[in-house]
């Protein structure tokens, strides 16, 4: 398999960005769920939010990354046994889930720094806070980002079932080219 795509495969650099992401999402999800339920007393209280930032902002500089490598290669072309309206239903989702990603990440943002203090990345680095002090800040950011995120797992979750059906039942190579086969 090569590293670039190709008009017919998904490089490894490409398959490596879904994968890496698919991982970092649903650990994200899991892991913010799981730490609003903490109370003060658990060791696990400033250590869940601390790696849950911290995984947010690495998939943030990761997602664009991927954005730009997508940009600058070519892109696998579509099916031609896919219907039209399939090959658009893909693409607005795809456009859509990285739309999802990158709210879901700025909304997380406007969380942490709602008070002015900057986001802590692993103690390796930090991103400083540029939007804060708005009345209610914390509360509002916080109900977008768990609606947006329930969103993004709901439509990845039907984005994934569609490669299931186009694998199982139309018997296609759209699931095997997005894990290098
Ligand atoms: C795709 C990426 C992300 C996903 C899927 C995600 C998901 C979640 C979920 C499901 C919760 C629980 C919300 C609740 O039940 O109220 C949460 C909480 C939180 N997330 Fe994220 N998150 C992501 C990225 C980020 C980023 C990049 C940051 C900050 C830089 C962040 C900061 C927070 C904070 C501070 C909370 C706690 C909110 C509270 O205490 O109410 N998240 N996240
Ligand atoms: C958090 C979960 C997921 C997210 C956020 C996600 C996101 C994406 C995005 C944005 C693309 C478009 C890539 C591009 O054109 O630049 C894509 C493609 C793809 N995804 Fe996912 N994905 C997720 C989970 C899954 C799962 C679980 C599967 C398989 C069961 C899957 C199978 C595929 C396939 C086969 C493609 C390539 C489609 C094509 O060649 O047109 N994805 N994914």
Redesign the pocket.
């Known amino acids: 398999m090569n590293w670039r795509n190709s008009n017919t495969q998904w490089g490894w650099v490409a398959i490596g960005f879904h994968w890496i992401t698919v991982f970092m ?1 649903i650990s ?2 899991s892991l ?2 799981w ?2 339920g903490l109370t003060y007393y658990d060791p696990w209280y400033k250590q869940g ?1 601390f790696i ?2 911290s995984i ?2 690495l ?2 500089l990761l997602t664009l990354a991927r954005l730009l490598w997508r940009y600058i290669n070519i892109t696998p072309e579509n099916f031609s046994a896919h219907t039209a309206w399939e090959i658009r239903a893909a693409q607005v989702s795809h456009v859509l889930l990285y739309i999802l ?1 990158f709210s ?2 700025l909304t ?2 406007l ?2 720094t709602a008070d002015g203090r900057e ?1 802590e990345v692993f103690n390796l680095f930090s991103i400083p806070a540029t939007i804060y002090g708005i009345e209610k800040q914390e509360d509002i950011a ?1 109900e977008i ?2 609606a947006l ?1 329930v969103i ?2 709901s439509i990845s979750l039907i984005h994934a079932l569609a490669a299931i059906k186009h694998h199982f039942f139309d018997k296609d190579s759209t699931l095997k080219r997005m894990i290098g086969r």
């Open positions: 999402v994200l999800f913010g769920l730490m609003v939010p849950h930032k947010g902002v998939l943030f990603l879901v990440m997380g943002y969380i942490s986001v916080g980002h768990l995120a993004l797992i």
